[in-house]
């Protein structure tokens, strides 16, 4: 395990069948099920989960701490700290992460790049 301090609770949800159209900021923990269009960024005030579950889209570039994908984004993903790619996450844009853990099945059409800490 990468990371074993304790995760932020999540809470907020964007529910299947729900969409969005606009750049959304969140502090703490987000899970999305629904759609997207516009940028998702964390907070940098305190520690952030994104959880995007296999019937979510996002369409935008997505920012946050840990970021754990099983659905579809078009756009640049950063996640500062961990990237979590399940079995169905498809991804259209360049990824930048700290550590990667990626599924078989999982498909990435840009480039990766890791965050170099110093």
């Known amino acids: ?5 304790k995760q932020p609770p999540i809470k907020s949800l964007i ?11 969140f502090s703490d923990g987000l899970r999305v099920d629904g ?3 516009g940028n998702v960024k964390a907070s940098d005030a305190s520690a952030s989960i994104l959880v995007i579950s ?31 790619l399940q079995p169905k996450a498809r991804i259209e844009g360049d990824v930048e ?12 059409a840009g480039q990766l790049r890791p965050l170099l800490r110093s």
């Open 54 to 84: 296999d019937s979510a889209n996002i369409t935008g570039e997505i920012i946050a701490d840990h970021i754990i994908i099983n659905g579809s984004v078009k756009g640049p993903v950063h996640a500062r700290h961990m990237l979590e």
């Open 15 to 25: 529910a299947e069948g729900t969409q969005i159209n606009g750049d959304l900021t």
């Open 97 to 108: 992460y700290a550590a990667l853990e990626m599924h078989q099945g999982a498909l990435i």
């Open 35 to 37: 759609a997207i269009v």
């Open 1 to 5: 395990m990468f990371n074993k301090k």
